[in-house]
C-alpha cells in the first residue's frame, strides 16, 4: 500500500513534466520556435530537477519524510499548474524550473522509504512499483493532456494535471497520520547512524570511496536519459514521421508508455521470481538486465521501418526493455551505504539530469540540421548495454561485501 501512493506520486509527477513533451507542437506552434529551442525548455527543468537531487537526498536520510514530502509535491503543482498564465518564453522556461526544485523530491525521498521498509530481494519490486508510476504517468497523460489541448489549448492542460498534486497531498498525509507518521521521522538513520561524524561531509566521503558508486552513476547517466528521451522526444517524432494529427498522435504515444509500464513491473518481479525458484539475488538480476538490454536495442531499426503500426510496436518494446533496467539500477542504491540511500539516490539523480540537460538541446540541434532521430536511436541502444554492464559490475563488486548491517539483518532473515 505504502508503495502505491509512491506509485501515485510518481503518476503525478510524470504527467506534470509530460504536459510539456505532448504539447510540443503547439508551443512550437505559439512562440514559434525550433527544435532546438525546445530542447532548452526541457533543459530548463532538468538543471534545476538535477541540482535538487542532492539537497533533496540529504532532507530524505536525515529529516522527517511526511510533511517535506507535502511540500515539495505542493510545490512542484503549483508551478505545473502556473504555466497556465504565462504569456512569454521566458516565464514558461520559470516556470518548468520550479517544476524541476518540487519534484526533484519524489525520487531520493521514495527510495528511502523502500530502503527502509523491505528486504533487499523485495527492494527490486518496490522500487519498480513506485518507479512504474513514471510510465503509467506518462500513459495516462495522452489520455488526459491531449484531448484537453485538442478541445481548450495547451494551458488549460497544465493547469488540470498541476492542481491534481493537492489531491495526493490529501491521501498522503491521510495514510502516513497518527502512529503511521512514526515510520517516516527517519529517527533511526539520522541519529543512531555515525553519531559524531559531521553532519554534511562524513556522508558524502563514505559514498564517494565507495568504488561501485562509480559505476552506478556510470548506469544512471546512461539508462535514465533513455527513459527521459522517450517522455520528452518521442510524442513530437511520431506527430512528425506520421503526419497524424496533434490528437491521434499524441493517443498513440499511451502504446509505448504501456511498454514502459510493463518493464517495470518485469524488472522487479522477475528478480522475485528467479529467487524464490533459489537463483541467487545478483544471478537472477544479471539475467533480467540481459532481457532488458536486448528488448532495448530494437530501437535500432526503427529508422528502418515504413509503417507507423511497426513503429509504435518496436518502441513500445524498447520501452519495456528500457524499463527493465531502470529499476533495477534504482535497487542497487541501497548497496552502496544503507543508510545515506537517499543521498546516493540524489547524486545519482544529479548525475542523470546533468547530463540530460546538457543533451535536450544538442537533440534539437542535431534534429532541426538532420531531419531524423536515427543518431539518437542507436545512442539509447548503446547507453542500454553500457548501463547493463555498469550494474553486473556492481553487482560483482559488492557480492561479497555486505556493507550494511540493515542487510545483514534482512539477509539472516
Not at 536525515?62 to 505542493?74: C, D, Q
Not at 528486504?119 to 518507479?131: A, H, S, Y
Not at 498513440?252 to 514502459?260: C, D, H, Q, Y
Request: hydrophobic fraction near 50%.
Amino acid at each position: 500500500m505504502l508503495c502505491g501512493v509512491l506509485f501515485l506520486s510518481t503518476i503525478l509527477s510524470y504527467m506534470d513534466r509530460q504536459t510539456m513533451g505532448l504539447c510540443k507542437p503547439k508551443i512550437i506552434e505559439e512562440f514559434r520556435i525550433n527544435n532546438e529551442q525546445f530542447g532548452g525548455l526541457l533543459a530548463a527543468f532538468r538543471w534545476t530537477y538535477a541540482l535538487a537531487h542532492v539537497p533533496a537526498g540529504f532532507i530524505a536520510d536525515r529529516f522527517p519524510l511526511r510533511p517535506f514530502f507535502a511540500l515539495a509535491v505542493g510545490v512542484w503543482s503549483l508551478a505545473g499548474a502556473a504555466a497556465f498564465w504565462t504569456r512569454t518564453l521566458h516565464v514558461l522556461k520559470w516556470t518548468r524550473a520550479c517544476l524541476g526544485l518540487g519534484e526533484a523530491v519524489n525520487w531520493p525521498f521514495s527510495t528511502r522509504i523502500v530502503s527502509n521498509l523491505l528486504t533487499p530481494q523485495d527492494r527490486g519490486l518496490g522500487m519498480g512499483i513506485f518507479n512504474s508510476g513514471a510510465a503509467l504517468g506518462a500513459l495516462i497523460a495522452p489520455l488526459i493532456i491531449t484531448p484537453i489541448a485538442s478541445a481548450y489549448g495547451w494551458r488549460w492542460s497544465f493547469l488540470v494535471t498541476g492542481c491534481a498534486g493537492f489531491v495526493w497531498i490529501a491521501v498522503w498525509l491521510w495514510f502516513t497520520r497518527g502512529n503511521r507518521a512514526a515510520a517516516f521521522s527517519n529517527e533511526s538513520t539520522a541519529t543512531a547512524v555515525e553519531p559524531t561524524a559531521p553532519r554534511l561531509l562524513r556522508p558524502f566521503r563514505i559514498i564517494l570511496s565507495h568504488p561501485g558508486f562509480w559505476l552506478l552513476i556510470l548506469a544512471a547517466i546512461t539508462i535514465n536519459p533513455c527513459w527521459y528521451f522517450c517522455c520528452d522526444w518521442i510524442p513530437g517524432y511520431l506527430k512528425e514521421q506520421s503526419g497524424f494529427s496533434f490528437l491521434r498522435a499524441g493517443l498513440l504515444v499511451t502504446f509505448i508508455f504501456l511498454g514502459g509500464d510493463i518493464g517495470n513491473y518485469v524488472g522487479g518481479g522477475l528478480i522475485k521470481y528467479l529467487t524464490r525458484r533459489g537463483r541467487p539475488v545478483r544471478q537472477a538480476r544479471r539475467t533480467t538486465l540481459i532481457i532488458g538490454g536486448i528488448l532495448s536495442s530494437l530501437i535500432t531499426t526503427v529508422p528502418h521501418l515504413h509503417s507507423t503500426a511497426a513503429i509504435v510496436t518496436i518502441l513500445a518494446m524498447s520501452a519495456i526493455g528500457i524499463n527493465i533496467i531502470v529499476p533495477n539500477q534504482t535497487a542497487c542504491q541501497a548497496d552502496i551505504s544503507f543508510p545515506n540511500t537517499a543521498q546516493v539516490a540524489g547524486l545519482t539523480g544529479l548525475s542523470a539530469n546533468v547530463f540530460a540537460a546538457w543533451a535536450n538541446p544538442r537533440i534539437g540541434q542535431y534534429v532541426d540540421a538532420t531531419g531524423h532521430y536515427d543518431l539518437i536511436f542507436y545512442m539509447v541502444a548503446l547507453f542500454s548495454w553500457i548501463a547493463v554492464a555498469a550494474i553486473v559490475a556492481l553487482d560483482r563488486l559488492t557480492q561479497s561485501r555486505l556493507t550494511i548491517s540493515g542487510d545483514k539483518k534482512y539477509m539472516q532473515s
